[in-house]
């Protein structure tokens, strides 16, 4: 193989005015996100979260918060790690620019659905306090249930309950009554059943328990219906191995 496949993949940062390069150093996806880890030095590490191959947010880090997501993601997701050619794929951009921290999240309100913003809030607990994305997620079920869309609702409590097992509050209200018709369809439903109706769940569930051969397959049919670069080789890394 040409060395030159195998050299490292480079790429620009820039964060509040100041411009640096740094080589990327592993790269995990897990259910339509996208985590980046690139490295300066020994311990200069930075990782950068995408949504569908969109930045999301980035920042220096001396390392991921013990059990957020992106620790968890490096430790149960899809891992590419340099040196692989594969990694030029997953890296849309040579040159990024990281959104303001302190309009991020209504930024994300503003640029995504609310299912969409809920899931991406799970992912940036290393950059804000967990309780304070909780309070978020929870602000938008409060907001579907006073409008009466108890479907919606009950997807954004799903996402706030997996993101926050310990929210007492969070899980008596997936027991409620009102909630009890959409547990049955979820969990008597086959996966082409609830994927009609909520994509990104049925996603999630199939990255979490990929290694069920039958999961598995329905997976690969996922990134087959993604047109796109990165559900490619991502697809293409997991019948290589």
């Not at 949504?51 to 430790?75: A, D, H, M, W």
């Not at 790690?81 to 309009?103: A, C, D, F, G, R």
């Not at 990134?223 to 290589?240: E, G, P, T």
Request: glycine fraction near 2%.
């Amino acid at each position: 193989m040409n060395n030159d496949f195998l050299k490292p993949s480079e790429f620009s940062i820039k964060d509040k005015k100041k411009t640096a390069t740094w080589q990327v150093n592993r790269v995990a996806t897990f259910a339509g996100i996208k985590v980046i880890h690139a490295k300066a030095a020994e311990n200069d590490n930075f990782y950068l979260i995408y949504y569908r191959n969109s930045l999301i947010f980035g920042e220096q880090l001396e390392q991921p918060v013990t059990g957020s997501f992106i620790e968890k993601v490096f430790r149960e997701g899809i891992v590419i790690e340099s040196p692989n050619p594969m990694l030029s794929v997953l890296i849309p951009q040579q040159m990024v620019t990281i959104p303001n921290k302190n309009k991020l999240l209504s930024q994300l309100q503003k640029n995504y659905s609310p299912i969409e913003f809920a899931y991406i809030a799970t992912t940036l607990d290393s950059f804000f306090p967990m309780e304070q994305l909780a309070k978020t997620i929870d602000q938008i079920f409060f907001h579907f249930r006073r409008n009466g869309n108890y479907k919606k609702a009950f997807q954004i409590l799903q996402i706030l309950v997996d993101f926050m097992p310990a929210f007492q509050s969070a899980n008596e209200r997936m027991s409620s009554h009102d909630f009890r018709s959409y547990q049955e369809f979820y969990h008597s439903s086959v996966l082409s059943a609830i994927y009609e109706k909520d994509p990104l769940y049925v996603e999630h569930y199939c990255y979490k328990n990929r290694f069920n051969p039958d999961v598995h397959s329905y997976l690969e049919e996922i990134f087959r219906s993604q047109d796109n670069s990165v559900a490619q080789a991502v697809r293409l890394f997991l019948l290589l191995r």
